[in-house]
């Protein structure tokens, strides 16, 4: 092939990559894709690696598997990374799931790998395997694991961590020590014999670890362990036009929630992997590995004519090679191993191909409701030379799915299109992610399929089977059913087809703060998904609370139309805590789902329906702050908590930073990580000081670290020295001690006790400060068990009249979650100017 073509190619493939971060639901295209997937037939070797996280995998090595070395290549994290921080919004907990689940089919998508997932929680950030692992479940973690082995039957396992404290992170750890375990456990059919009603013990030939960082002494450590094998991840490809270093810096981006953008390292990247486990590797990660056809019965047939295949490949012609793969159809058929599926699969989308097959499914608009006809607009298009015929097509995923047989040829390059009408079911579910149907177990979802435990996404509401035939050979083509719609600031998009409620119902606020006992009014919100609906709509309260009406009648008339219903809640007197339940009943059907749809640049949209509720805190607190600025940093849900205390939040823009007039509010408050975020902050922290000299009361959140360590724009974080750290407390009921019990801050405007620090969510905080000027106070001291108490969470200083305090506490968690003490406690912090003597 001549070096323009191949520079041609590449420039093809430049395009496409490019394309990735701003559609996020593009691949490989055209000639260069159907090369590698020639290459790939050929190839009949995999690899699984395994970690904890979303962006724990090394997106190199996946790369340089997948897209180099053609193997079948998977990442297996144990989590959806539910727990971590989110640097482009205010989503935690499920939401933030969703998020990074979708990051992750992101980046498989630019680097080449599937993705697997176990039913574990990231429950936030543990420093032990043995806490992990309690909280998980060992066992069925550990059974999540083998099952994935057992269905992907891997080659190779590559371990990202090493199962030793010196991973941190103690799922960092529990994810080795599991899959190490889980290697041995997924060979004997005697360790979760229930599997083997749907998969088959596998023996994987070894267990290596991707060490990090190479030096003498883990040299000395892997010679030890049984020898290591070298790959380097910077070679070039000329055909993709990027080394897989490269592709693996796009592929690493995706990772948008959690600040990975990374560098397209060029130039030689090694990667070392240390034998853990099975038979050692002496020269090649897959020494021992028949990677070939003959590798399965009846495979050496199938080998020569899918080389032959590959010799022939003109990307100016591709349409050449049909007749090759034709022939290799009939001998992978009658391959009874599981690899003849696999390539069988893989073999037919290289027909499509090759003869540049266009088939969609697309639905007239994103949503339907249960019961309602849904027009699907059927288009194949054939753009090569030979013949091709459409013989049906037929839609799956609800009953009494209709099919078409239409036995029609594809002209070239002209569309063929066919409608199709569906009616959905009324019992037909709503799209709920699988893993958030039902509660949880503790620290793991409740997955009651077993085929659905390591899936990433949930499968299509309806799937387009294709029935197509080249010659005499029928070949059977499989894609989801999407909307597909064109944004004019963007050009076409897509995204998945939906079932969604009638009606959803979403309380106006996540939480209900009632400082006295005087009623208070509460919204729930109605967003309509069809015509003309309407119902009655109540709130379910717990003992002691009454609301006024009992139930109240909507009607909306039209589809995509809000309206709000206000009820008046009155509280008991006396401390209280629960829970508000909105259910709208419309006939038969009860609605107690919300709807959130979860939409960013880099990823495919996916929408949510948490239950509609609201959480009710009565308890009595006051603050002597009424007037709030705000400075959002990376999102959170605060200011809405601060306007349930009764105070006016202004969220200050940068012109407010630059030169509005502060003096007027009462203090003012950055959002999380908005010193890392924010450079209009940073610019104008001098601004803000002046207004804690003059009288102002400024409430810092916590801020990270930059990789390195470096202060990432934290050098004047406060108006005396303060260096910030990467302590943490990370169980949420860690014991609470009080330095100076008297301290202004803990007597007013609330008495501050150990029982303001009940009922927290899953940390105490995080990246406290580490050294400080004494002028600054501590409040209080905290502690992980059997580790020293920290006294940099939360810091008070006078600064000429005014007040200033840091704290690392997670408020971004608490205060949403409605934990009554947070709000007592935050009250204070905002009161600081006025209670400090």
């Given at each position: 092939?001549?070096?323009?073509?191949v520079?041609f190619?590449?420039v093809?493939?430049?395009?496409?990559?490019?394309?990735?971060?701003?559609a996020?639901?593009?691949?490989l295209?055209?000639?260069?894709?159907?090369?590698l997937?020639?290459?790939?037939?050929?190839?009949?070797g995999?690899?699984?690696?395994?970690?904890?996280?979303?962006?724990?995998?090394?997106?190199?090595?996946?790369?340089?598997?997948?897209?180099?070395?053609?193997?079948?290549?998977?990442?297996?994290?144990?989590?959806?990374?539910?727990?971590?921080?989110?640097?482009?919004?205010?989503?935690?907990?499920?939401?933030?799931?969703?998020i990074?689940?979708?990051?992750?089919?992101?980046?498989?998508?630019?680097?080449?790998?599937e993705q697997?997932?176990?039913?574990a929680?990231?429950?936030?950030f543990s420093?032990?395997a043995?806490?992990?692992?309690?909280k998980?479940?060992?066992?069925?973690?550990?059974?999540?694991?083998?099952?994935?082995?057992?269905?992907?039957?891997?080659?190779?396992?590559?371990?990202?961590?090493?199962?030793?404290?010196?991973?941190g992170?103690?799922?960092?750890?529990?994810?080795?020590?599991?899959?190490k375990?889980?290697?041995?456990?997924?060979?004997?059919?005697?360790?979760?014999?229930?599997?083997?009603?749907?998969?088959?013990?596998w023996?994987a030939?070894?267990?290596?670890?991707?060490v990090?960082?190479?030096?003498?002494e883990?040299?000395r450590?892997?010679r030890?362990?049984?020898g290591?094998?070298?790959?380097?991840?910077?070679?070039?490809?000329?055909?993709?036009?990027y080394?897989?270093a490269?592709?693996?810096?796009?592929?690493?981006s995706?990772?948008?929630?959690?600040?990975?953008?990374?560098?397209e390292r060029?130039?030689?990247?090694?990667?070392?992997?240390?034998?853990?486990?099975g038979?050692?590797?002496?020269?090649?990660l897959?020494?021992?590995?028949?990677?070939?056809?003959?590798?399965v019965?009846?495979?050496?047939?199938?080998a020569?004519?899918?080389?032959?295949?590959?010799?022939?490949?003109?990307?100016?012609?591709?349409?050449?090679?049909?007749?090759?793969?034709?022939?290799a159809?009939?001998?992978?058929?009658?391959?009874?191993?599981?690899w003849?599926?696999?390539?069988?699969?893989?073999?037919?989308?290289?027909?499509?191909?090759?003869?540049?097959l266009w088939l969609?499914?697309?639905?007239?608009?994103?949503?339907?409701?249960p019961?309602?006809?849904v027009?699907v607009?059927?288009?194949?298009?054939?753009?090569?030379?030979?013949?091709?015929?459409l013989?049906?097509?037929?839609?799956?995923?609800?009953?009494?799915?209709?099919?078409a047989?239409?036995?029609?040829?594809?002209?070239?390059?002209?569309?063929?299109?066919?409608a199709?009408?569906?009616?959905?079911?009324?019992?037909?579910?709503?799209?709920q992610?699988f893993?958030?149907?039902?509660?949880?177990?503790?620290?793991?979802?409740?997955?009651?399929?077993?085929?659905?435990v390591?899936?990433a996404?949930?499968?299509?509401v309806?799937r387009?089977?294709?029935?197509?035939?080249?010659?005499e050979?029928?070949?059977?083509?499989?894609?989801?059913?999407?909307?597909?719609?064109?944004?004019r600031?963007?050009?076409?998009?897509?995204?998945?087809f939906?079932?969604?409620?009638?009606v959803?119902?979403?309380?106006?606020?996540?939480s209900?703060?009632?400082?006295?006992?005087?009623p208070?009014?509460?919204?729930?919100?109605?967003?309509?998904?069809?015509a003309?609906v309407?119902?009655?709509?109540?709130?379910?309260?717990?003992?002691?609370?009454r609301?006024?009406?009992?139930?109240?009648p909507f009607?909306i008339?039209h589809?995509?139309e809000?309206?709000?219903?206000r009820?008046?809640?009155?509280?008991?007197?006396e401390?209280?805590?629960?829970?508000?339940?909105?259910?709208?009943?419309?006939?038969?059907r009860?609605?107690?789902?919300?709807?959130?749809?979860?939409?960013?640049?880099?990823i495919?949209?996916?929408t949510v329906?948490?239950?509609?509720?609201?959480?009710?805190?009565?308890?009595?607190?006051?603050?002597?702050?009424?007037?709030v600025g705000?400075?959002?940093g990376?999102?959170?849900?605060?200011?809405?908590a601060?306007r349930?205390?009764?105070?006016?939040?202004?969220?200050?823009?940068?012109?407010?930073?630059a030169?509005?007039?502060?003096?007027h509010f009462?203090?003012i408050?950055?959002?999380?990580?908005?010193?890392?975020?924010?450079?209009?902050l940073?610019?104008?922290?001098?601004?803000?000081?002046?207004?804690?000299?003059?009288?102002?009361?400024l409430?810092?959140?916590?801020?990270?670290?930059?990789?390195?360590?470096?202060?990432?724009?934290?050098?004047?974080?406060?108006?005396?020295?303060?260096?910030?750290?990467?302590?943490?407390?990370?169980?949420?009921d860690?014991?609470v001690?009080?330095?100076?019990?008297?301290?202004?801050?803990?007597k007013?405007?609330?008495?501050?006790?150990?029982?303001?620090?009940?009922?927290?969510?899953?940390?105490?905080?995080?990246?406290?400060?580490v050294?400080?000027?004494?002028?600054?106070?501590?409040l209080?001291?905290t502690?992980?068990?059997?580790?020293k108490?920290?006294?940099?969470?939360?810091?008070?200083?006078?600064?000429?009249k005014?007040?200033?305090?840091?704290t690392?506490?997670?408020?971004?968690r608490?205060?949403?979650a409605?934990?009554?003490?947070?709000?007592?406690i935050?009250?204070?912090?905002?009161?600081?100017a006025?209670?400090?003597?």
């Open positions: 092939m001549s070096a323009v073509l520079k190619l590449a093809v493939l430049i395009g496409t990559f490019a394309a990735v971060p701003a996020a639901q593009r691949d295209a055209g000639a260069v894709r159907l090369w997937a020639l290459e790939q037939l050929n190839v009949l995999s690899a699984l690696m395994i970690a904890a996280h979303p962006d724990d995998e090394n997106t190199a090595l996946l790369t340089y598997l997948a897209r180099g070395r053609k193997v079948t290549t998977a990442y297996l994290s144990l989590t959806r990374g539910e727990g971590g921080q989110n640097l482009i919004g205010p989503e935690q907990g499920d939401l933030l799931g969703v990074r689940t979708q990051e992750l089919l992101a980046a498989r998508r630019i680097d080449g790998a697997f997932f176990t039913r929680i990231d429950f936030g420093k032990s043995e806490e992990t692992v309690a998980w479940g060992r066992d069925a973690v550990l059974g999540d694991i083998v099952l994935a082995i057992r269905r992907f039957r891997p080659d190779v396992i590559v371990l990202v961590f090493s199962g030793t404290p010196r991973d992170h103690g799922h960092h750890q529990a994810s080795a020590l599991l899959g375990e889980a290697f041995f456990a997924a060979a004997d059919p005697a360790r979760f014999p229930e599997q083997l009603r749907w998969v088959q013990p023996q030939k070894r267990v290596v670890w991707n990090f960082f190479w030096s003498e883990q040299q450590l892997a030890e362990s049984g290591f094998v070298v790959v380097d991840t910077g070679e070039y490809d000329p055909r993709l036009g080394s897989y490269e592709i693996a810096g796009m592929s690493r995706m990772h948008r929630s959690q600040g990975f953008g990374s560098a060029r130039g030689s990247v090694k990667n070392y992997l240390v034998h853990v486990a038979e050692p590797a002496n020269e090649d897959f020494d021992g590995v028949d990677t070939t056809w003959n590798r019965p009846g495979g050496a047939a199938v020569p004519v899918l080389a032959e295949a590959l010799r022939r490949f003109d990307p100016r012609n591709p349409a050449a090679v049909i007749p090759l793969l034709l022939d159809r009939p001998l992978i058929r009658q391959i009874r191993d599981p003849g599926a696999r390539k069988l699969a893989e073999l037919d989308e290289a027909l499509a191909l090759a003869a540049g969609d499914a697309s639905t007239d608009r994103p949503h339907a409701v019961g309602s006809t027009k607009e059927i288009t194949a298009v054939n753009r090569s030379p030979f013949a091709v015929t013989a049906g097509v037929r839609l799956e995923g609800v009953p009494q799915a209709p099919a047989e239409l036995a029609k040829p594809l002209a070239y390059n002209q569309p063929l299109r066919h199709l009408s569906v009616r959905i079911p009324d019992t037909q579910a709503y799209s992610p893993w958030l149907r039902h509660p949880p177990a503790g620290a793991r979802y409740s997955i009651d399929e077993p085929e659905l390591n899936r996404d949930p499968e299509p309806l387009a089977r294709f029935r197509l035939r080249f010659d050979h029928e070949v059977e083509l499989e894609r989801p059913v999407i909307h597909r719609y064109v944004d600031a963007v050009g076409e998009l897509t995204r998945p939906e079932i969604v409620p009638p959803a119902v979403r309380a106006a606020a996540q209900l703060l009632f400082p006295h006992p005087g208070k009014p509460i919204e729930v919100l109605l967003l309509s998904n069809a003309d309407e119902g009655t709509l109540r709130l379910e309260l717990p003992a002691g609370w609301v006024e009406p009992v139930s109240a009607r008339a589809a995509g809000h309206t709000a219903v009820f008046l809640l009155t509280p008991p007197a401390p209280s805590n629960g829970v508000a339940r909105a259910v709208a009943t419309l006939g038969t009860e609605v107690d789902r919300g709807m959130v749809t979860v939409r960013y640049p880099h495919e949209p996916r329906f948490p239950r509609a509720q609201a959480r009710l805190v009565r308890t009595d607190v006051r603050t002597l702050a009424r007037s705000y400075i959002m990376a999102g959170d849900e605060v200011p809405a601060l349930q205390l009764g105070c006016e939040v202004t969220l200050l823009e940068s012109a407010d930073l030169r509005g007039e502060l003096g009462d203090a408050v950055t959002g999380v990580r908005a010193f890392n975020v924010r450079a209009d940073r610019a104008n922290v001098h601004r803000l000081l002046d207004y804690v000299e003059r009288g102002g009361t409430v810092v959140q916590y801020n990270v670290l930059g990789f390195g360590g470096e202060s990432a724009g934290l050098d004047k974080l406060g108006p005396y020295p303060l260096r910030v750290g990467r302590a943490r407390v990370s169980v949420e860690a014991p001690s009080f330095p100076d019990p008297d301290h202004p801050l803990l007013a405007p609330n008495h501050i006790t150990a029982a303001d620090f009940d009922g927290w969510v899953q940390e105490r905080g995080l990246y406290f400060a050294e400080w000027d004494p002028r600054y106070q501590p209080w001291a502690h992980d068990p059997g580790e108490p920290l006294l940099g969470g939360t810091l008070v200083a006078r600064h000429g005014g007040a200033y305090v840091f690392a506490l997670s408020w971004f608490q205060l949403p409605g934990v009554p003490g947070a709000y007592r935050f009250a204070n912090l905002l009161s600081a006025k209670v400090l003597p």
